[in-house]
């Protein structure tokens, strides 16, 4: 299997991340699939942004959790990017509508860190089920509890761990959580044996964030399963050269 392209906020290295535009040019880009995030609003809508607070990519400040959606939605999420001035952070099922007609996989990762935002697994498998697209999407968090019961909910759900830093025996742990993939930091591929042991046990491993063209490359040749980017344009361009070597 050829090595897949996944938009890490969409192409969020030319439009605001996290947005409509950011995915629509992620598909023009030719990426395999999508990466964003998704909270939970004062009244319980399921948004798509990546820090709790909304203040690094809208000019208004305070956590996604206490305002409504209908407030967020007057707002700008350009996130510094002049000529995308005025468009609204989405709700996941906005994305899902976008997305549904084209062939992209979306990988959606609950920011349970911080928030553990009750009630927020069963509204995305519940979601995914309203647009048909439970094939589709692949389930992603640093909390592991909330990948567990992702799985408890629905056992054909496809995870992915993510983590940062230093896990002993990772896949072995992976294991015991339950996932279906790894969702490794770039920096966590060298740590000794770690491919062969992911390789072993089947596990596909899944790579954020990847935006250098050499790294991008090394990772094709290794047959990683998935490159997580800021860039899907530049890494389509390195992975049809690295694969017509």
């Known amino acids: 299997m050829n090595t897949q392209i996944w938009?890490?906020?969409?192409?969020?290295?030319y439009a605001p991340e996290n947005t409509l535009p950011a995915f629509e040019l992620a598909e023009k880009q030719g990426a395999d699939g999508i990466e964003l995030d998704v909270q939970l609003t004062k009244d319980g809508e399921v948004v798509v942004i990546h820090d709790e607070k909304i203040d690094r990519v809208c000019a208004k400040k305070g956590l996604v959790k206490d305002y409504t959606l209908q407030e967020l939605k007057e707002f700008s999420f350009h996130n510094h990017m002049a000529e995308y001035a005025g468009v609204q952070i989405p709700t996941l099922r906005e994305v899902y509508e976008q997305v549904k007609p084209t062939s992209l996989c979306v990988n959606v990762e609950l920011?349970?860190?911080?928030?553990?935002?009750?009630?927020?697994?069963?509204?995305?498998?519940?979601?995914?089920?309203?647009?048909?697209?439970?094939?589709?999407?692949?389930?992603?968090?640093?909390?592991?509890?909330?990948?567990?019961?992702?799985?408890?909910?629905?056992?054909?759900?496809?995870?992915?761990?993510?983590?940062?830093?230093?896990?002993?025996?990772?896949?072995?742990?992976?294991?015991?959580?339950?996932?279906d993939?790894?969702?490794?930091?770039?920096?966590?591929?060298?740590?000794?044996?770690?491919?062969?042991?992911?390789?072993?046990?089947?596990?596909?491993?899944?790579?954020?964030?990847?935006?250098?063209?050499?790294?991008?490359?090394?990772?094709?040749?290794?047959?990683?399963?998935?490159?997580?980017?800021?860039?899907?344009?530049?890494?389509?361009?390195?992975?049809?050269?690295?694969?017509?070597?």
């Open 7 to 13: 938009a890490h906020r969409g192409a969020s290295g």
């Open 111 to 179: 920011k349970t860190g911080i928030f553990f935002y009750e009630g927020l697994e069963e509204k995305v498998l519940e979601i995914a089920h309203e647009y048909g697209m439970e094939t589709r999407v692949w389930y992603s968090s640093f909390n592991h509890e909330t990948l567990i019961r992702l799985k408890g909910l629905d056992s054909s759900v496809k995870t992915g761990m993510l983590y940062a830093d230093g896990i002993v025996d990772a896949v072995n742990y992976a294991k015991k959580v339950g996932v």
């Open 181 to 245: 993939a790894m969702h490794p930091a770039l920096y966590n591929l060298q740590y000794k044996g770690f491919l062969d042991s992911c390789k072993k046990e089947n596990m596909p491993i899944h790579v954020w964030t990847v935006n250098e063209e050499a790294d991008m490359e090394r990772l094709v040749e290794q047959g990683i399963e998935a490159i997580i980017t800021n860039y899907p344009d530049k890494a389509c361009a390195v992975r049809g050269r690295t694969e017509n070597k």
